[in-house]
């Protein structure tokens, strides 16, 4: 099995700093990228079979299509500001460009697309935001890219977690093609923290054990969850944010909780 802990290299030609691809990852869906422009740089890539979500995390931004311009977009300098970002839907056989207005990072997320689809634009106003959970274990949700809006196979979101708190939990997993009850869904998690020299922890585990990892995360590490239950627990002092790419068979998100703590909802 790859490696579950991805760590970002230095700035290459393009401004990557994070690629996975499927086939590094070890599956079939999901793909996801980070690049860092200086002022003034351009990223051109055609999306061939893939559909693509560009999500503007921080900086302001020109993003064009075959058919669309999207000028002057970006509203956060920093995803700690924790508002609604930009964003911008690619469909498969189309191209795009990015042009940076300021110093500019942006998330690319990547998954096999289908025809029918149009390149749009995805404003703050359209993500829908939502507070989850209680007390420890409390986290503010926005919806980028849900399944209720129009997308061939990806599925976008930020959390945003306080410090100290406990997110994607209780542990719950999404790695069995059994509707209605669950959707396998394969997973990354970009991380940030505030301040930047933080840490989480994020434990990967199945029922049966035979994957049971939990690592350190650090500012802009990527961990892979090709399986298996996957909570992320804060630490003091340090702020949690995390974009969550999913992609699967079927666009649905139906979770599994693990039973053993089953109880921290019922309660």
Same mark, same amino acid.
Do not use: W
């Given at each position: 099995m790859p490696r579950l802990l991805q760590k970002p290299h230095q700035r290459d030609h393009e401004g990557n700093v994070i690629r996975i691809d499927p086939q590094t990852a070890g599956w079939k869906y999901v793909g996801f990228e980070v690049y860092q422009l200086k002022k003034g740089e351009k990223l051109s890539k055609n999306t061939e079979k893939k559909e693509v979500c560009i999500v503007l995390l921080s900086g302001k931004a020109n993003v064009l299509?075959?058919? %669309?311009?999207?000028?002057?977009?970006?509203? %956060?300098?920093?995803?700690?500001?924790?508002?609604?970002?930009?964003?911008?839907?690619?469909?498969?056989?189309?191209?795009?460009?990015?042009? =940076?207005?300021?110093?500019?990072?942006? =998330?690319?997320?990547? =998954?096999?697309?289908?025809s029918g689809y149009n390149a749009r634009l995805i404003e703050p106003s359209e993500v829908s935001q939502e507070d989850?959970?209680?007390?420890?274990?409390? %986290?503010?949700?926005?919806?980028?890219?849900?399944?209720?809006?129009?997308?061939?196979?990806?599925?976008?979101?930020?959390?945003?977690?306080?410090?100290g708190n406990t997110s994607s939990y209780p542990p719950h997993k999404h790695d069995q093609d059994n509707l209605p009850d669950e959707s396998y869904l394969e997973e990354t998690y970009y991380h940030r923290l505030n301040p930047s020299q933080g840490f989480v922890f994020q434990r990967v585990y199945n029922d049966e054990r035979s994957l049971d990892e939990t690592m350190s995360a650090e500012d802009g590490d990527v961990v892979l969850v090709p399986e298996g239950y996957h909570p992320v627990s804060g630490v003091p002092g340090y702020e949690s944010y995390y974009l969550n790419v999913m992609a699967g068979p079927v666009r649905t998100w139906k979770f599994h909780n693990d039973e053993e703590h089953e109880w921290l909802v019922q309660r």
């Open positions: 299509t075959k058919e %669309r311009s999207f000028t002057d977009i970006g509203n %956060r300098m920093n995803v700690f500001e924790k508002i609604p970002p930009y964003s911008v839907y690619v469909p498969q056989h189309d191209q795009y460009t990015i042009e =940076a207005k300021t110093n500019l990072e942006v =998330a690319v997320c990547l =998954a096999p697309g289908k989850r959970g209680s007390g420890k274990m409390s %986290r503010k949700i926005h919806n980028i890219l849900p399944e209720q809006k129009e997308a061939a196979s990806l599925l976008v979101v930020e959390v945003f977690t306080p410090d």
